[in-house]
């Protein structure tokens, strides 16, 4: 059970209201009913008696409120006794990524992160998900932040607010390069380069049966290596928009898919992870941004793309 959870439980119990606990934690009503559902759906009981203007605790949810408040003044206090010691200034974080264009957030909030500890250091390493959460559990990461939605029963989440859109990459030769759109009819009998995860997920998750009359001729990991195969005349790459150079000097084109096909970015760690210091400081930085805009999302402009 992830702690923010916890708060949002709180606040619902306290306020005896969805709308107005959303409105105290500085998220969408949606978004805080989802994260009490989850915990419901997690504990297998309902924790609320719910009418049309106000929610009551059950017996269940009574027996939570005062662990959930026990469970809360311990790590308000842990927090406090971290943030109080004088020696952490820094100390390395390792985060496994998926390649995003949402990794911009995560930039962003590492940026601010060393204004209060200027000696932090950051390790990413790049890879597909299959790897990256396998580094996770092997204890070589502190953090991996992945292209699919986690197991809930192994791992706590943070959602990054926004997706990313899929597209097909051709050389701006290719007689596609005329399309604005791309559909799943016209990649068969293509040449396809694709990272291995989304010719078993992504892609049958797009087009369903069709998925099966794609011919793959290679399957690339990091979209920037898949794109120079693109130029070689190998195939056309199947990835996400905004991450490869697709300017006119770069001879590529970036045609998006119809229907359109995106993916949501989630930061995971395991459940009950032993942090050090500061990547527990660094967590519940990212816990403090990203719990803000849960279920704000936006929408990223593809136009830089085309």
């Not at 195939?235 to 490869?244: A, E, K, P, S, W």
């Not at 990212?286 to 990223?300: D, I, R, T, Y």
Request: hydrophobic share 40%.
């Amino acid at each position: 059970m992830e702690i923010r959870t916890h708060r949002y439980f709180l606040e619902a119990a306290r306020e005896q209201s969805i709308s107005r606990a959303a409105d105290k934690v500085h998220v969408t009503q949606p978004a805080l009913s989802k994260q009490i559902r989850e915990l419901e759906t997690e504990l297998g009981r309902k924790l609320f008696v719910r009418s049309s203007h106000s929610v009551r605790l059950t017996d269940e949810g009574m027996l939570l409120r005062k662990r959930a408040e026990d469970i809360l003044s311990l790590v308000d206090k842990t927090l406090e006794e971290f943030r109080s010691l004088p020696e952490i200034t820094g100390g390395t974080v390792y985060i496994g990524c998926a390649e995003s264009r949402l990794i911009s957030v995560i930039a962003g909030i590492i940026r601010e992160f060393r204004e209060s500890y200027p000696d932090f250091v950051f390790r990413i390493s790049s890879g597909g998900a299959d790897d990256t959460v396998d580094m996770l559990d092997r204890g070589l990461l502190d953090l991996a932040v992945i292209v699919e939605p986690p197991n809930l029963a192994h791992y706590s989440y943070l959602e990054i607010p926004g997706f990313d859109s899929w597209g097909l990459i051709v050389r701006r030769d290719s007689p596609l390069a005329a399309k604005e759109f791309i559909t799943p009819d016209d990649l068969i009998g293509l040449d396809l380069i694709c990272p291995e995860r989304a010719i078993r997920k992504d892609i049958p998750r797009w087009c369903g049966e069709k998925a099966e009359k794609f011919r793959y001729v290679g399957s690339v990991n990091l979209a920037y290596n898949a794109s120079v195969f693109v130029r070689e005349g190998l195939g056309c790459q199947l990835t996400f928009g905004g991450i490869v150079d697709v300017s006119g000097e770069s001879g590529l084109k970036f045609i998006p898919l119809r229907p359109r096909l995106t993916n949501s970015l989630y930061v995971i760690w395991r459940k009950f992870q032993v942090f050090t210091p500061i990547a527990g400081l660094f967590v519940e930085k990212l816990k403090e941004k990203l719990g803000k805009s849960a279920g704000a999302g936006e929408h990223l402009n593809e136009s830089s793309d085309s």
